[in-house]
């Protein structure tokens, strides 16, 4: 008996709330007010740079019963009104456009609010679609972070690939030139405090060899002395002067080097290792190696008393460890490579060597311990080692197992990289310079030459310093 008292009860409650309800929605819907709306937004460039002009443009509509009257159309940056806008009246039915022009100062995340409304005077039905939001990731702009630009020389015999990356010694800068011209620069002003021109160096003479430093001189490699002969040259400069100290003739283009317990090892591109004395000059020794590489694919590493030179030719890479003292090959390997591979480097560290970013070797016995087989190019170890292929993925790189820990997709590039600070330096075949977190792979800063890069950038004291193909070092602030 009491259930069947109480269930009228309850029904009749419901139908009672939902009537109230129905009500309230009703009078809410024929309430007479404006209704505002951002209709057909637009914003360029999408990807804006410091000082540069954000132009976002949008259609406001009233789709309400009466008139707008009396209100303001705000632009927001990070929170805080940079632009606004008074609107007078806007008739129902009736829209209008409103543009806002924004210049970034700062680098970094931005989120700009249009919102409709700003001072909250409007009385609307509706307010919940007032408001856009549109999130940037703001650059630095490349003209501003230049510093200087310096010629290096006149004529430059552009190649589209290798050549000397610039090295800083004792505040200065040394870079070696496609144009037989090695120079000692000032690195704060670009200005040049020496230039020293090698022997004449044949059609497309240069010097591709990175500058390397011991007792206060500074050596590198050249190509060969003419169109005929195709001997090459490694000199010995006095590296505050520029005075030449020795020099010393090789069979062939000398394409990398490197100082180790007092000698000077050198390759050139017919496979002949040298050994010079670093003080005087004179030859120690000289190794065959059989197997002729280009430029680009030659590289010379040294740790514990061992070196190890890695050549490239068709098919296959070439990887050889010698005792650094007497000479003595320890061990070779030669591995096939895939469609997929690019030219690379070898790296050393802690008895493993790193070669072309993809495969790890024993040190002592030129045992391959692991393969990752989605990365192999050009690489640079620093805590981890981080991979960039032909195809412009960056790969981070766990060294003990050779898994990748994450990959980025930046540019295709020619171009060694360099790491400092937490940092990856990349240039690119487009020009571009990148500077890349080493934790997730995002990009900090991006700087623009005039040309392609192909050689290694630098990163020191928050500057960049890249030489690009149109002959010029740059200087970028970080």
């Not at 009466?66 to 927001?76: D, G, R, S």
């Not at 700003?118 to 919940?128: A, I």
Request: charged fraction near 20%; aromatic fraction near 12%; charge should be positive.
């Amino acid at each position: 008996m009491k259930r069947s008292k109480i269930k009228p009860l309850i029904l009749t409650a419901i139908l009672t709330g939902t009537v109230l309800m129905a009500a309230i929605i009703t009078k809410q819907q024929n309430r007479i007010t404006p209704e505002l709306t951002i209709n057909s937004l637009t914003f360029y460039p999408f990807k804006p740079t410091t000082e540069s002009i954000e132009t976002i443009k949008f259609q406001l509509k009233n789709t309400g019963s009466i008139a707008a009257k009396n209100f303001t159309v705000c632009l927001k940056d990070n929170g805080n009104i940079v632009n606004e806008e008074f609107v007078k009246t806007l008739s129902p039915g009736k829209e209008m456009e409103i543009t806002f022009d924004y210049e970034f100062t700062t680098p970094g995340n931005h989120t700009l609010t249009v919102k409709i409304d700003c001072t909250n005077t409007l009385e609307e039905s509706n307010k919940r679609n007032n408001t856009v939001k549109i999130h940037f990731n703001v650059a630095q702009n490349p003209e501003k972070s230049l510093i200087y630009k310096t010629k290096l020389g006149k004529t430059w015999f552009s190649t589209n690939y290798g050549g000397s990356s610039p090295a800083i010694f004792k505040n200065k800068i040394y870079v070696g030139g496609k144009n037989r011209c090695f120079f000692c620069i000032n690195k704060d002003s670009g200005k040049i405090i020496w230039e020293f021109k090698v022997k004449d160096a044949g059609i497309c003479p240069g010097i591709y060899t990175t500058p390397v430093f011991y007792n206060g001189n500074v050596y590198f490699g050249t190509t060969g002395t003419n169109s005929i002969e195709s001997c090459g040259h490694i000199y010995a400069l006095n590296a505050e002067t520029g005075k030449e100290k020795w020099h010393f003739e090789t069979d062939a283009d000398v394409s990398a080097i490197k100082i180790y317990n007092g000698e000077l090892f050198a390759l050139d591109r017919n496979g002949n290792l040298y050994c010079l004395n670093a003080s005087i000059g004179n030859l120690v020794g000289k190794i065959k190696t059989n197997e002729m590489s280009d430029i680009l694919c030659t590289s010379l590493a040294t740790e514990n008393n061992k070196l190890f030179l890695k050549t490239e030719c068709f098919d296959y890479i070439y990887l050889t460890a010698f005792e650094a003292d007497t000479k003595k090959k320890i061990w070779s390997i030669k591995i096939r490579k895939s469609s997929s591979d690019m030219p690379g480097t070898v790296i050393t560290l802690n008895g493993l060597i790193y070669l072309n970013g993809k495969y790890c070797v024993d040190a002592n016995t030129g045992k391959i311990l692991w393969i990752n087989k989605a990365s192999c190019g050009l690489s640079v170890l620093d805590k981890y080692l981080f991979v960039l292929t032909k195809d412009g993925e960056l790969y981070k790189i766990d060294l003990t197992n050779g898994t990748t820990i994450w990959k980025e997709a930046i540019e295709p590039s020619t171009a060694p990289l360099y790491a400092k600070d937490n940092t990856i330096v990349i240039g690119t075949t487009s020009g571009n310079v990148y500077l890349i977190s080493e934790n997730y792979g995002e990009i900090i800063e991006k700087f623009k030459t005039n040309s392609t890069i192909t050689v290694r950038p630098l990163l020191y004291k928050n500057h960049v310093y890249i030489v690009a193909e149109d002959g010029y070092l740059y200087c970028f602030k970080k």
